[in-house]
T-cell receptor, first 117, second 112 residues
Framework: EAQVTQNPRYLITVTGKKLTVTCSQNMNHEYMSWYRQDPGLGLRQIYYSMNVEVTDKGDVPEGYKVSRKEKRNFPLILESPSPNQTSLYFC????????????????FGSGTRLTVV | DQQVKQNSPSLSVQEGRISILNCDYTNSMFDYFLWYKKYPAEGPTFLISISSIKDKNEDGRFTVFLNKSAKHLSLHIVPSQPGDSAVYFC???????????FGAGTRLFVKA
């Protein structure tokens, strides 16, 4: 089954303790992206990657890091989490094909609910 | 400043009637628009899209209308069904931009 898999689904952590949220896709997609969803703000893009070793900032990158060492994986790293990073996080992927945007949109993972206390 | 706005946080519709969800955008560079549907505890799923060279795109019960001069798009669901109850996100992007901007979402309730 074609899918984007995020882990963990739920995570409660303390301020300052480094954490990684993993994301993996099995569709051989070039493009991957991380979003956070907050009430009243919708989905805001954190980082995206157009291929292996190619990453770029989205609209809210502060406090986050990413890496793209393999095509299928795109982990989100919070080096020193703070309470304002409490949110629902989504990983998404898409093929680039001959042009962007993909007319069939993104495939999203099921989300990771992160609470930082 | 939000470039994609969904001004109605929620909408309630009777089963069988039409649901109309609205979206406004400010960036004239946007040339591709998408609607996603999201159920609780799941990720958003792609529903329908439209390119700026068109003013209408239809897929079964779902139709998206684009008014470029007004920078406005809408999603029509006819007839509405209880299973359509979900949060609907409007999104916009532009060719070569490699970013997709989402609105805040509208929660649709379809009453049986």
């Amino acid at each position: 089954e074609a899918q984007v898999t995020q882990n963990p689904r739920y995570l409660i952590t303390v301020t300052g303790k480094k954490l990684t949220v993993t994301c993996s896709q099995n569709m051989n997609h070039e493009y991957m992206s991380w979003y956070r969803q907050d009430p009243g703000l919708g989905l805001r893009q954190i980082y995206y990657s157009m291929n292996v070793e190619v990453t770029d900032k989205g609209d809210v990158p502060e406090g986050y890091k990413v890496s793209r060492k393999e095509k299928r994986n795109f982990p989100l790293i919070l080096e020193s989490p703070s309470p304002n990073q409490t949110s629902l996080y989504f990983c998404a992927s898409s093929s680039l094909g001959t042009e962007y945007p993909n007319p069939y949109g993104y495939t999203f993972g099921s989300g990771t609910r992160l609470t930082v206390v | 400043d939000q470039q994609v706005k969904q001004n109605s946080p929620s909408l309630s519709v009777q089963e069988g009637r039409i649901s109309i969800l609205n979206c406004d955008y400010t960036n004239s560079m946007f040339d591709y628009f998408l609607w996603y549907k999201k159920y609780p505890a799941e990720g958003p799923t792609f529903l329908i899209s439209i390119s700026s060279i068109k003013d209408k795109n239809e897929d079964g019960r779902f139709t998206v209308f684009l008014n470029k001069s007004a920078k406005h798009l809408s999603l029509h669901i006819v007839p509405s069904q209880p299973g359509d109850s979900a949060v609907y996100f409007c999104a916009a992007s532009y060719t070569g931009g490699f970013k997709t901007i989402f609105g805040a979402g509208t929660r649709l309730f379809v009453k049986a």
